[in-house]
């Protein structure tokens, strides 16, 4: 029990993975200028990351067996890619309101480097399947909670007064440099709570 | 892209395109994950670098000797095949010859595949132009994401850890220990220390001063833009289509 709370831990708050591994930063930067996309976006990595990471546990114990580890990029990414375009069509086809609230993301995932980051994170920790899923699960949180966290402070950047040099992307980055710092207080938490 | 509407560039302004004009770090804004997850020290970026160049050279070439064959429908899984096969070769070659920088880059050398900026150039020049360009594409914009990784990890690890180019021989490790006169990096601290009271500014090797320091490059970049009458960096991830469709 105490494995699956600090994989949580790590996922969410002390190894963030948009602040402090740097995954995902291309959807943190430019999905964020909305709350509601943010969020839509946030969700939709959550459940892409976390069924990806399932999906990809047997792959990786089978290629392992076979004696072809060094297969595992391009079978990962090929399992994410076949993964988000059987899930548009679910979506699409039985769950209509679930698929004009996320539907646009879908697409944009696939290139996401956080989901092909986890599986390959995930495969080379060595984890077990519920391990696996409980990192993935955390780690989408962790993204879901940034990038919420981002579109707010964004909605403030809106209404300040920005250099010229520093509007759009600059002052961006160096709003997510400030957001990042202020998670670098969770370092040490995961030991702190004798979890890691 | 330019490339689309200026139909004839030439071997060489192919080449040189990727340097300044069309910076995939500074101009396009791609491969940002990569440049903010290694930049902490320059040999590191180097490295990263310097394979991010091969497998650019490698896909471009690859997609575009297909380029007839892959049909459009599912070009982008076809291009996405191609260039994880061509990461995992690098990879390989990474592992075999340069161990210590297969450590230091850790995830993010198979992350090479997700990398805007190769899946963009595949889909924006390799599958409309010919093998010998698409090859000099790859090199010309590889060296633009090179020479944006290394201003960015100097500035880091001089500013954050007061060394230049520091634990060099890892990146050359098939030269021998003293192939270059025993040189090992800078140890720029030791000597601030010495003769005045700086110390380094451990925040930029932090994640957070990754993100300041590009933030800074890039408000440059814009106010050389701004000066030459241009607009300011956006995003653009061409094939990537990661970013900007939020609107719809």
């Known amino acids: 029990m105490k494995t699956y709370i600090a994989l949580l831990v790590m996922g969410i708050l002390t190894s963030n993975f948009v602040l402090a591994r740097f995954l995902g930063i291309c959807p943190f930067l430019g999905v964020s200028r909305k709350q509601d996309t943010a969020v839509g976006m946030g969700l939709a990595v959550t459940g892409v990351m976390t069924l990806a990471a399932a999906i990809a546990h047997p792959f990786n114990v089978l290629l392992g067996k076979i004696g072809l580890e060094y297969l595992q990029t391009t079978v990962f990414i090929l399992i994410i890619a076949s993964l988000v375009q059987i899930l548009e069509i679910i979506i699409k086809r039985f769950i209509k309101s679930l698929y004009s609230a996320f539907g646009i993301f879908l697409p944009l995932i696939t290139t996401n480097c956080a989901v092909l980051g986890i599986v390959i994170i995930n495969a080379q920790s060595g984890y077990n399947f519920p391990q696996s899923v409980v990192s993935s699960l955390g780690a989408g949180l962790g993204f879901l909670l940034a990038i919420f966290m981002f579109s707010v402070v964004r909605s403030k950047i809106n209404e300040a007064h920005v250099p010229p040099s520093f509007r759009g992307m600059p002052i961006t980055l160096v709003a997510a440099s400030i957001v990042s710092l202020s998670f670098m207080g969770f370092t040490g938490i995961a030991q702190g709570l004798g979890l890691a | ?248």
């Open chain 2, 1 to 248: 892209m330019a490339n689309e509407n200026t139909p004839k560039v030439g071997a060489l302004g192919t080449l040189t395109n990727g340097f300044v004009k069309e910076n995939p770090v500074l101009r396009l804004v791609l491969g940002t994950c990569p440049t903010l997850a290694v930049s902490t020290s320059m040999v590191s970026a180097i490295g990263m670098g310097i394979a991010t160049i091969m497998v650019l050279i490698l896909s471009n070439t690859i997609i575009s000797l297909f380029k007839r064959i892959i049909p459009s429908k599912v070009r982008i899984p076809a291009y996405i095949v191609v260039i994880s096969s061509m990461v995992t070769v690098v990879s390989m070659l990474v592992k075999a010859f340069v161990p210590v920088i297969y450590e230091a880059l850790g995830v993010y050398l198979p992350l090479i595949t997700v990398n805007c900026i190769i899946l963009g150039r595949a889909e924006s020049f390799a599958s409309k132009n010919s093998v010998i360009l698409s090859a000099l594409d790859g090199l010309g914009m590889g060296i633009g994401f090179l020479a944006a990784l290394f201003s960015i990890s100097f500035l880091r690890e001089f500013v954050g850890s007061g060394t230049l180019l520091n634990n060099f021989t890892s990146l050359v490790p098939f030269l021998g220990e003293n192939a270059l006169g025993g040189f090992n990096g800078l140890d720029v601290a030791s000597f601030f220390a010495q003769n005045t009271n700086l110390e380094p500014v451990k925040l930029l090797i932090l994640p957070a001063g990754g993100f300041l320091i590009y933030g800074f490059i890039m408000a440059l970049v814009n106010r050389m833009n701004h000066k030459k009458g241009k607009p300011s960096v956006t995003m653009g991830c061409e094939g990537c289509n990661a970013c900007e469709k939020e609107a719809k």
